[in-house]
């Protein structure tokens, strides 16, 4: 074994030991972040719950708002027929 063999094996060992040290402190992190996500996803599922129960609100209130404004329509032609009898009935009424 020559000296330069000497010098390098420690050399190469603790470049090995650094290696393994950042490999194992890179898989904590990995694993950290993973947690993460699964919350993160976890939020995202319970909001499309939310954004369907509000769709489905949102579909209810068009539904009245349609109704409402049909019967408003259907009022206001009651109303031009009343209005027509009415000047039939008594023509200074206009």
């Known amino acids: 074994m020559s000296t330069d063999d000497a010098t390098t094996k420690p050399t190469i060992e603790t470049v090995l030991e650094r290696i393994n040290t950042l490999g194992e ?3 904590t992190e990995m694993k950290s972040i993973d947690g993460r996500i699964n919350k993160i996803e976890g939020r995202l599922g319970k909001m499309e719950e939310q954004f369907g129960e509000i769709y489905t609100t949102l579909d ?3 539904s009245h708002t349609n109704k409402t404004r049909s019967e408003f329509l259907d009022l206001r032609a009651d109303f031009r027929e009343w209005r027509k009898q009415l000047q039939e009935l008594i023509p ?3």
């Open 92 to 94: 200074q009424a206009t």
């Open 60 to 62: 209810r209130i068009e």
């Open 25 to 27: 402190s890179l898989h």
